[in-house]
């Protein structure tokens, strides 16, 4: 009985927090096709298209150059510090990608940008980081770990007789890495690719901030449904309706054709046991590669974060860096004059915390279901818990903002009345990242049921227990380690999320994610970079405590 009432639970909340917004939008936009298509053909829609696709394709080009030499130096050589090295460059993924943008609007502002005025002292030009170049820049930095990992962890994995017979058979090691290596790698590589061009399609933050300070805005498609439903949200909604399911068959469409591409490149050995692989001897080349590395660390984490350190610290950003103009002022005024920072802190660590605890349990339950029960509902189970993550949170917003714009009420068997107004409330925002990263709880918690024998749980039920007490005393505490990891996994971006908390936030509800937006957009940066060094120093401290209970296994 409880684990039939549990699983028509959360069927029950999938289909009502997934399925009816994801089908109401997609029959809002096949009830209106005349309008669907009208929207689409729009100038400033098919622009903002093109710049998506040109974003998405830029940014992948960056994360390939940087990431797949930087993954082969730190997963296949001779380098020095290899894992230290791997652990810095992985710095970057980990501060939000709008943060990043803040502290590049503080350097490559055209008008007073700091590292602009140091250039145009020693008479060269600067840059600006309002244009699709400087978009492409703060995201190819940001986004570049996850080929790094993607490169470094195939490599570690690959057979390496062949390159040793090809060394043997007189190729150079040039030809063993670009015959050999590299296209045993490609099928990695081509996963992280994928992430990145969902996660690049998907990104609201760093467009909507490098694009709010351009005369001629170069908006993209997620940036043009903020706009369509912010300047007239009844007129709009047609039109960002339409524009959301471009975004939608971007969003699933691109990792189904990398994934479809990664199953024609499949690369096996014929040996019936793997060696281990040799590291490459660089040399020489160690020298170039330990600069090359530092180069990317510098200028993607540290660059980046001393600039919002400093920027937070002046009192006046037009008098330059002196000592005189730097103090605390601005902590001051965010933390003790504006009740606004507080509440939204309050907000995000309450909503990061209940979410991610359940997570944790749906997760279990969930992967529990699949793992020990493998039926064909189990298992879909699964997959529609995992689906969420690959839609575009403006997508997964919008349906959601759709769907309970107004409440909603269900009649139960004629007798229970079911009430939902969620709008404006901080119900749909938990709602909203629960759907979203709901997926990491599940990956941890089947990661660790394989791992764990199934006798225990046997033996548990047979002594007479329950199945609900097996789960507690038995299962729970075996994947203590892996769950821990899942709560903290879902904790840190459900903190800093900013793409759905943008379109779902009410006047009542602020949030880390949209306060600092806000503060950035409407012309207080110094406060912005205050609130920033705040979540940076709250996520970087969660991923502490990450690797803390687990050994290091998880986090950075």
């Given at each position: 009985?409880?684990?039939?009432?549990?699983?028509?639970?959360?069927?029950?909340?999938?289909?009502?927090?997934?399925?009816?917004?994801?089908?109401?939008?997609?029959?809002?936009?096949?009830?209106?096709?005349?309008?669907?298509?009208?929207?689409?053909?729009?100038?400033?829609?098919?622009?903002?298209?093109?710049?998506?696709?040109?974003?998405?394709?830029?940014?992948?080009?960056?994360?390939?150059?940087?990431?797949?030499?930087?993954?082969?130096?730190?997963?296949?050589?001779?380098?020095?510090?290899?894992?230290?090295?791997?652990?810095?460059?992985?710095?970057?993924?980990?501060?939000?990608?709008?943060?990043?943008?803040?502290?590049?609007?503080?350097?490559?502002?055209?008008?007073?940008?700091?590292?602009?005025?140091?250039?145009?002292?020693?008479?060269?030009?600067?840059?600006?980081?309002?244009?699709?170049?400087?978009?492409?820049?703060?995201?190819?930095?940001?986004?570049?770990?996850?080929?790094?990992?993607?490169?470094?962890?195939?490599?570690?994995?690959?057979?390496?007789?062949?390159?040793?017979?090809?060394?043997?058979?007189?190729?150079?090691?040039?030809?063993?890495?670009?015959?050999?290596?590299?296209?045993?790698?490609?099928?990695?590589?081509?996963?992280?690719?994928?992430?990145?061009?969902?996660?690049?399609?998907?990104?609201?933050?760093?467009?909507?901030?490098?694009?709010?300070?351009?005369?001629?805005?170069?908006?993209?498609?997620?940036?043009?449904?903020?706009?369509?439903?912010?300047?007239?949200?009844?007129?709009?909604?047609?039109?960002?309706?339409?524009?959301?399911?471009?975004?939608?068959?971007?969003?699933?469409?691109?990792?189904?054709?990398?994934?479809?591409?990664?199953?024609?490149?499949?690369?096996?050995?014929?040996?019936?046991?793997?060696?281990?692989?040799?590291?490459?001897?660089?040399?020489?080349?160690?020298?170039?590669?330990?600069?090359?590395?530092?180069?990317?660390?510098?200028?993607?984490?540290?660059?980046?974060?001393?600039?919002?350190?400093?920027?937070?610290?002046?009192?006046?950003?037009?008098?330059?860096?002196?000592?005189?103009?730097?103090?605390?002022?601005?902590?001051?005024?965010?933390?003790?004059?504006?009740?606004?920072?507080?509440?939204?802190?309050?907000?995000?660590?309450?909503?990061?915390?209940?979410?991610?605890?359940?997570?944790?349990?749906?997760?279990?339950?969930?992967?529990?279901?699949?793992?020990?029960?493998?039926?064909?509902?189990?298992?879909?189970?699964?997959?529609?818990?995992?689906?969420?993550?690959?839609?575009?949170?403006?997508?997964?917003?919008?349906?959601?903002?759709?769907?309970?714009?107004?409440?909603?009420?269900?009649i139960l068997a004629d007798r229970l009345t079911v009430h939902l107004e969620l709008m404006d409330t901080l119900w749909i925002l938990g709602i909203a990242y629960l759907i979203k990263f709901l997926a990491f709880p599940v990956g941890s918690a089947a990661a660790g049921l394989k791992a764990t024998d199934a006798s225990l749980e046997q033996a548990a039920r047979l002594s007479g227990a329950t199945w609900a007490g097996t789960l507690r005393?038995?299962?729970?505490?075996?994947?203590?380690?892996?769950?821990?990891?899942?709560?903290?996994?879902?904790?840190?971006?459900?903190?800093?999320?900013?793409?759905?908390?943008?379109?779902?936030?009410?006047?009542?509800?602020?949030?880390?994610?949209?306060?600092?937006?806000?503060?950035?957009?409407?012309?207080?940066?110094?406060?912005?970079?205050?609130?920033?060094?705040?979540?940076?120093?709250?996520?970087?401290?969660?991923?502490?405590?990450?690797?803390?209970?687990?050994?290091?296994?998880?986090?950075?």
């Amino acid at each position: 009985m409880t684990r039939r009432l549990t699983l028509g639970s959360l069927w029950a909340f999938f289909a009502l927090f997934v399925f009816v917004p994801l089908g109401g939008l997609l029959l809002r936009g096949l009830t209106s096709p005349a309008l669907a298509w009208q929207a689409l053909f729009e100038p400033l829609h098919l622009q903002a298209t093109a710049r998506t696709v040109a974003l998405t394709l830029g940014v992948t080009l960056i994360t390939l150059l940087l990431g797949v030499p930087i993954g082969w130096l730190v997963g296949r050589t001779d380098l020095p510090r290899a894992r230290a090295w791997r652990t810095a460059c992985m710095l970057p993924f980990l501060i939000p990608p709008y943060i990043s943008a803040i502290a590049w609007i503080s350097l490559l502002n055209p008008s007073s940008g700091l590292l602009n005025r140091g250039l145009a002292n020693l008479g060269l030009p600067g840059g600006d980081i309002y244009t699709l170049g400087g978009m492409i820049w703060v995201m190819g930095l940001a986004y570049t770990p996850l080929i790094m990992v993607a490169t470094a962890d195939t490599l570690a994995r690959m057979d390496a007789s062949l390159e040793e017979q090809a060394r043997i058979c007189g190729a150079s090691p040039w030809r063993v890495f670009s015959r050999i290596t590299l296209p045993m790698a490609t099928p990695g590589i081509l996963g992280g690719a994928s992430l990145v061009m969902a996660a690049t399609a998907a990104s609201f933050g760093v467009p909507y901030l490098l694009a709010s300070g351009s005369a001629e805005p170069p908006t993209v498609l997620t940036t043009r449904i903020y706009q369509t439903l912010d300047l007239d949200p009844a007129t709009g909604r047609p039109a960002a309706v339409a524009l959301c399911l471009v975004l939608l068959v971007l969003g699933i469409g691109i990792p189904l054709l990398m994934r479809r591409m990664v199953g024609r490149r499949q690369f096996t050995t014929v040996t019936g046991k793997a060696t281990r692989p040799k590291p490459f001897v660089l040399g020489r080349a160690r020298r170039p590669a330990q600069v090359l590395l530092g180069l990317y660390v510098g200028i993607g984490v540290l660059l980046p974060t001393v600039t919002i350190l400093v920027t937070s610290l002046m009192a006046n950003f037009g008098r330059g860096l002196t000592a005189a103009n730097l103090g605390l002022g601005h902590y001051r005024t965010v933390l003790f004059e504006r009740p606004e920072t507080l509440r939204s802190i309050g907000h995000s660590v309450l909503l990061a915390t209940v979410v991610a605890a359940v997570a944790v349990v749906v997760g279990l339950l969930v992967s529990w279901l699949a793992d020990r029960e493998p039926t064909r509902a189990h298992r879909t189970l699964s997959a529609v818990a995992s689906l969420p993550y690959a839609i575009p949170g403006t997508v997964l917003a919008l349906g959601m903002l759709l769907t309970f714009s107004v409440a909603v009420r269900f009649i139960l068997a004629d007798r229970l009345t079911v009430h939902l107004e969620l709008m404006d409330t901080l119900w749909i925002l938990g709602i909203a990242y629960l759907i979203k990263f709901l997926a990491f709880p599940v990956g941890s918690a089947a990661a660790g049921l394989k791992a764990t024998d199934a006798s225990l749980e046997q033996a548990a039920r047979l002594s007479g227990a329950t199945w609900a007490g097996t789960l507690r005393r038995i299962t729970l505490p075996l994947l203590s380690a892996d769950l821990a990891a899942a709560f903290f996994l879902v904790w840190i971006p459900a903190f800093s999320e900013v793409t759905m908390s943008i379109l779902l936030t009410g006047p009542d509800t602020p949030v880390v994610g949209t306060l600092l937006f806000h503060l950035q957009t409407y012309g207080d940066p110094p406060a912005a970079a205050v609130l920033a060094v705040l979540v940076m120093a709250l996520v970087l401290g969660g991923n502490l405590l990450l690797r803390r209970l687990t050994g290091g296994r998880l986090g950075l």
